[in-house]
């Protein structure tokens, strides 16, 4: 079965710093990825996705930056947080381009910029 | 407006009650339609997707008005563990969740 994982769970983060979190899936090849940030309170937004290794589509212009270095790894990253960038952050995979496919999400990091 | 409208509620129902929850999106080239669940702190993990014809999962039956771009969500026989938040969500392209803001539902003993 797949699994995915994502680390670390929580981060706190002065302003200014880098940021690194990391995504792996299990038990599939070549998924399809995504990473989300949920903002307190409000609903998921689609930051980027992946369809293949150093394939990245941007949805929303941002401090943030996608990386698919391996087929079943994907990384989100910021050179200088931003106290707008706090949120919960949810990496998640589906098996294809089908509309009906749907999409399974990782346990999330929650990150928060003081 | 949103593309997805969720009411935040939250609904308030005493086990074994019967709660319904609704949803509009705006567009009509929306392609497939699921139900998810969040709890607290928790990721989304899905309830079940949403066909034209109607479909039940157990306790739960969801509903697709194309022509009204509604969508429905009922639980029957609450539980306290139904207890949290349902998301709607439409996907519009092949890659595109669109994501309501959630219905929060509280199961009371």
């Known amino acids: 079965s797949q699994t995915i994982h994502q680390w670390p769970a929580t981060l706190v983060q002065p302003v200014g710093s880098p940021l690194s979190l990391e995504c792996t899936v299990e038990?599939?090849?070549?998924?399809?990825l995504y990473w989300y940030r949920q903002a307190a309170g409000r609903g998921l937004q689609l930051l980027f996705y992946?369809?293949?290794?150093?394939?990245i589509s941007s949805e929303v212009p941002q401090n943030l930056s996608a990386s698919r270095p391996q087929d079943r790894q994907f990384i989100l990253s910021s050179k200088k947080l931003l106290l707008s960038d706090s949120g919960f952050y949810l990496c998640?995979?589906?098996?294809?381009?089908?509309?009906?496919?749907?999409?399974?999400f990782g346990p999330g990091t929650r990150l928060t910029v003081l | 407006r949103k593309e997805v409208e969720q009411d935040p509620g939250p609904f308030n129902v005493p086990e074994g009650a019967t709660v319904a929850f609704n949803c509009t999106y705006s567009?009509?080239?929306?392609?497939?339609f699921f139900w998810y669940r969040q709890d607290c702190r928790k990721e989304p993990k899905l309830l079940m997707s949403?066909?034209?014809s109607g479909n039940e999962d157990g306790r739960f039956t969801a509903q697709l008005n194309r022509a009204s771009q509604y969508i429905s969500l009922l639980i029957r026989d609450s539980k306290l563990s139904d207890s949290a938040t349902y998301l709607c969500?439409?996907?519009?392209?092949?890659?595109?969740?669109?994501f309501g803001s959630g219905t929060r539902l509280l199961v009371r003993p």
């Open positions: 998640a995979w589906s098996a294809g381009a089908d509309p009906a496919d749907t999409q399974y």
């Open positions: 949403v066909y034209s």
């Open positions: 969500v439409v996907k519009r392209s092949s890659y595109k969740l669109i």
């Open positions: 567009n009509s080239a929306s392609q497939s």
């Open positions: 992946s369809v293949g290794i150093g394939q």
């Open positions: 038990g599939t090849s070549n998924p399809n």
